[in-house]
């Protein structure tokens, strides 16, 4: 499961990103990816470390709104995994 935060300000480097998420998650964060650090379409995604599928919504509500270099987060989670979709039944 993946999370992805948006939002993050120009003046944040990808080290200083890494830190605050690493943080901020504690053991839930598996590996962090920050993109385009210092440019005004940062973002990071995060793969947690969460099998329950509800887990990263509620990990994405904790981190969205709190404040990195001046800015609040977006963050969300992949509603989306590698699992095929259940068998629907037919009425």
Known sequence: ???????????CSEQDVREFLTRELGH?????????????????????????????DVI???IHGKHLGGQPLEASADLFSDEPPPEQRAP
């Open 1 to 11: 499961m993946n999370l992805t935060v948006r939002n993050i300000a120009e003046s």
């Open 60 to 62: 994405a509500r904790q």
């Open 28 to 56: 839930y964060a598996k590996h962090v990816e920050v993109v385009d650090a210092g440019k005004p379409s940062a973002y990071a995604t995060v793969e947690l470390e969460a099998s329950v599928p509800y887990v990263g």
